[in-house]
């Protein structure tokens, strides 16, 4: 049966076959209900669940992929990426589609956050944090606005210190929810929080992506939440790292 759920998974995919995907839901619905005309040790494997939810997802079938993952969770399968992937598809099954559906989009952060938290745990499941990040910022588009950024810093706040824990090698990636992190503390006037944060965010940034340095400083002083003398110190700051870092390598040559 496994064999004929991937074959059928396969031909949904390419497709797109949405009748594949039907029949491979199907055989595993019978499986988990005990109803299998094949031999009832012939189990589905837990990567099958999850992947017929996830592509019931992009298919637009929110039913079958919410069904898929009641039966993965209720199974006894054992804990690798697909655990982190079930958390994430479900989170996009909860995705706001406005600033009203503040329920949706407190389990949406809920499953997303499960899918980091049992993520960083693992070197092996590090790229889920990653790609939970850029669906994350692809779904919370609705609160990219005044007066709603406040709703994301919990959770951009957690993704950020999750990706600067992995020290993902995407850069820019990172210095651009950084960016947009302090513009959420800007916009909840959170003031100290925001100078707090744009100082290590500055560090960071000058370092690693100078170009988007005056990004920090044109938000901070444009908002009348920060000034120069601020900025200027973070800055030495930086150039004194930079000329450690310079005079450590040239020691060790």
Known sequence: MELAVRERLLAAETG??????????????????????LDSSDNISGDLYVLCAEQALQLGYLEISSDCLQMYF???????????????????????????????????????????????????????????????????????KPGFRYCL????????TALNQIEERDNEWRAELMIN???????????EEAKVFSSTAAVFIKENVPDKYSQIFSLMVINGYGNSLHFL??????????KTNVVKAEIGK
């Open 181 to 191: 992190l302090l513009e959420c503390f800007l916009d909840a006037s959170q003031l």
């Open 16 to 37: 797109p076959d949405v009748q594949a995907l039907k029949n491979a839901y199907e055989l595993m619905k019978s499986a988990s209900d005990g109803q299998s005309a």
């Open 153 to 160: 810093i919990p959770s951009l706040s957690q993704i950020v």
């Open 74 to 144: 209720k199974g006894r399968f054992p804990v690798n990426q697909f655990l982190g992937r079930a958390y994430l598809c479900q989170g996009q099954l909860h995705a706001p589609r406005s600033t009203e559906n503040l329920d949706d989009f407190e389990k949406f952060v809920l499953f997303f956050m499960k899918a980091i938290d049992f993520a960083t745990h693992d070197r092996r499941y590090f790229f889920l944090i990653y790609n939970a990040s850029v669906l994350y910022w692809q779904l919370v588009r609705p609160f990219l």
């Open 233 to 242: 110190h973070v800055l030495n700051l930086g150039n004194k790292k930079i």
